[in-house]
């Protein structure tokens, strides 16, 4: 009877334990945490949204979601004020089957929160599939966002370091052809003058078949962005309001590296300028198209088999020449040289956010990079700062307008690496 009695909950064991971890997947286990969250229905999701704090990895079971809990204290589920940090961000992870069905509002929104990340999950008849706003250092990795009303996905609001990779996006423009973009990156200076954007990248995702608008929008006023890697397609263009192009880089100092196109209305990759001293200094390299249709045009000096590396690219008038910029350090731009006491320092202007690189000694372990940055990022001056271990370093995001301030700031911020008991100088 004991046997019979053990064999049997064996058994039940065995069956119900695929089900007690069907929703866990190995790729949110990557991303560092201290408590584990498991949800499995629409309120467990909205209380584990709204009550997230840093360190915690939660992780939706399949099924599907809806963003707009009725009832109770909760009746939209997003990231609002969030601050993770480095080590212990705020991530919702899952498998693609599971999904936020958004019935036609916003999927998910990520509002002034800095890492926060979303992993793997699907967003779907949503208006606007996901949107970063105010948002900092967060993460969009492996989501699938399709049957949007309008675009997939929107990083806007001075939305600086965010990442977008490995994101499958599909179904755009529903309501509105002209406005499904896959990924919009800032604003129109139409809609939100001066929206600066800096530091964002968007890599290897796949957009397309579906997409109504540019698969890749890239403001004005945004900043040092990276666009690698991405396949496009560009079948589905409506050619409505200017969507004729699968890369529209509007912005300055961009990187524009390794993306593979096909099926543009008009261009290729090009940059535009809607406002003067905009859609300039940015890079374009080996990217390829599949030029099998006439119209394709927008890049000249394309030889050899139909997939085609650019060696040119459409620029609007008055912009200069998009070429491989002379930098100070790595992904600047505008590059000067402010003076600061006896020596001259590399600085990157992006107008309201500047750049700088102080050389640190004494930084010997992952903790001390930690607690550099996190007490520069306490600092009312500082955007952000990152450091880097290896290479001896912080990199701080001044909040300057000018450079005379950015030297005046420099100098606050070497002495608070100082007084932290690092030796900081400004690198030449």
Same mark, same amino acid.
């Given at each position: 009877?004991?046997?019979? *009695? @053990?064999?049997?909950?064996?058994?039940?064991?065995?069956?119900?334990?695929?089900?007690?971890?069907?929703?866990?997947?190995?790729?949110?286990?990557?991303?560092?945490?201290?408590?584990?969250?498991?949800?499995?229905?629409?309120?467990? /999701?909205?209380?584990?949204?709204?009550?997230?704090?840093?360190?915690?990895?939660?992780?939706?079971?399949?099924?599907?979601?809806?963003?707009?809990?009725?009832?109770?204290?909760?009746? #939209?589920?997003?990231?609002?004020?969030?601050?993770?940090?480095?080590?212990?961000?705020?991530? &919702?992870?899952?498998?693609? =089957?599971?999904?936020?069905?958004?019935?036609?509002?916003?999927? &998910? #929104?990520?509002?002034?929160? =800095?890492?926060?990340?979303?992993?793997?999950?699907?967003?779907?008849?949503?208006?606007?599939?996901?949107?970063?706003?105010?948002?900092?250092?967060?993460?969009?990795?492996?989501? @699938?966002?399709?049957?949007?009303?309008?675009?997939?996905?929107?990083?806007?609001?001075?939305?600086?370091?965010?990442?977008?990779?490995?994101?499958?996006?599909? =179904?755009?423009?529903?309501?509105?052809?002209?406005?499904?973009?896959?990924?919009? &990156?800032?604003?129109?200076?139409?809609?939100?003058?001066?929206?600066?954007?800096?530091?964002?990248?968007?890599?290897?995702?796949?957009?397309?078949?579906?997409?109504?608008?540019?698969?890749?929008?890239?403001?004005?006023?945004? #900043?040092?962005?990276?666009?690698?890697?991405?396949?496009?397609?560009?079948?589905?263009?409506?050619?409505?309001?200017?969507?004729?192009?699968?890369?529209?880089?509007?912005?300055?100092?961009?990187?524009? %590296?390794?993306?593979?196109?096909?099926?543009?209305?008009?261009? /290729? /990759?090009?940059?535009? *300028?809607?406002?003067?001293?905009?859609?300039?200094?940015?890079?374009?390299?080996?990217?390829?198209?599949?030029?099998?249709?006439?119209?394709?045009?927008?890049? *000249?000096?394309?030889?050899?088999?139909?997939?085609? @590396?650019?060696?040119?690219?459409?620029?609007?008038?008055?912009?200069?020449?998009?070429?491989?910029?002379?930098?100070?350090?790595?992904?600047?731009?505008?590059?000067?040289?402010?003076?600061?006491?006896?020596?001259?320092?590399?600085?990157?202007?992006?107008?309201?956010?500047?750049?700088?690189?102080?050389?640190?000694?004494?930084?010997?372990?992952?903790?001390?990079?930690?607690?550099? %940055?996190?007490?520069? %990022?306490?600092?009312?001056?500082?955007?952000?700062?990152?450091?880097?271990? $290896?290479?001896?370093?912080?990199?701080?995001?001044? @909040?300057?307008?000018?450079?005379? $301030?950015?030297? *005046?700031?420099?100098?606050?911020?070497?002495?608070?690496?100082?007084?932290?008991?690092? %030796?900081?100088?400004?690198? &030449?």
């Amino acid at each position: 009877m004991l046997m019979h *009695q @053990t064999a049997m909950l064996c058994i039940l064991f065995l069956v119900l334990l695929p089900s007690v971890f069907a929703y866990t997947d190995p790729k949110c286990e990557k991303y560092r945490h201290t408590r584990k969250v498991w949800v499995k229905n629409n309120q467990q /999701f909205a209380k584990a949204v709204h009550t997230a704090r840093p360190g915690d990895l939660i992780l939706m079971g399949d099924g599907k979601y809806n963003n707009v809990i009725r009832g109770g204290k909760w009746r #939209r589920v997003d990231f609002s004020r969030k601050k993770g940090n480095k080590w212990r961000p705020i991530t &919702l992870c899952g498998t693609s =089957k599971a999904v936020v069905d958004a019935k036609g509002g916003i999927g &998910l #929104r990520i509002h002034k929160s =800095k890492y926060i990340n979303i992993v793997g999950i699907t967003v779907k008849n949503a208006l606007k599939g996901i949107r970063l706003e105010g948002a900092k250092h967060c993460t969009l990795d492996s989501v @699938t966002v399709t049957q949007t009303l309008s675009e997939a996905i929107h990083i806007q609001y001075r939305s600086h370091y965010n990442t977008v990779k490995n994101c499958r996006i599909t =179904k755009t423009g529903r309501r509105n052809k002209g406005v499904g973009e896959g990924i919009y &990156l800032g604003s129109s200076s139409r809609n939100t003058p001066n929206d600066k954007c800096v530091g964002n990248k968007i890599l290897y995702n796949k957009i397309g078949p579906g997409v109504t608008a540019e698969p890749i929008d890239v403001k004005e006023n945004t #900043r040092n962005g990276v666009v690698k890697g991405n396949i496009l397609d560009g079948r589905n263009l409506c050619g409505c309001k200017h969507a004729v192009s699968l890369i529209n880089v509007k912005g300055n100092g961009y990187l524009i %590296e390794g993306n593979v196109g096909k099926n543009a209305k008009q261009d /290729f /990759f090009k940059t535009s *300028q809607t406002i003067r001293g905009e859609g300039r200094n940015n890079t374009f390299k080996k990217n390829k198209i599949r030029a099998s249709v006439v119209r394709n045009t927008a890049l *000249q000096g394309n030889v050899g088999s139909p997939w085609r @590396t650019h060696t040119q690219w459409h620029a609007a008038p008055y912009t200069k020449p998009n070429t491989t910029l002379k930098r100070c350090t790595v992904n600047k731009f505008f590059t000067r040289r402010a003076s600061i006491g006896q020596q001259q320092h590399c600085i990157a202007a992006s107008d309201s956010i500047i750049e700088v690189d102080i050389a640190v000694d004494g930084m010997v372990c992952d903790g001390c990079t930690s607690r550099v %940055e996190e007490g520069l %990022e306490k600092m009312d001056i500082v955007e952000s700062a990152k450091a880097d271990l $290896e290479a001896k370093k912080v990199t701080v995001a001044l @909040t300057a307008e000018s450079f005379g $301030e950015a030297a *005046q700031q420099l100098e606050r911020v070497v002495e608070a690496v100082n007084d932290m008991g690092f %030796e900081a100088k400004p690198t &030449l």
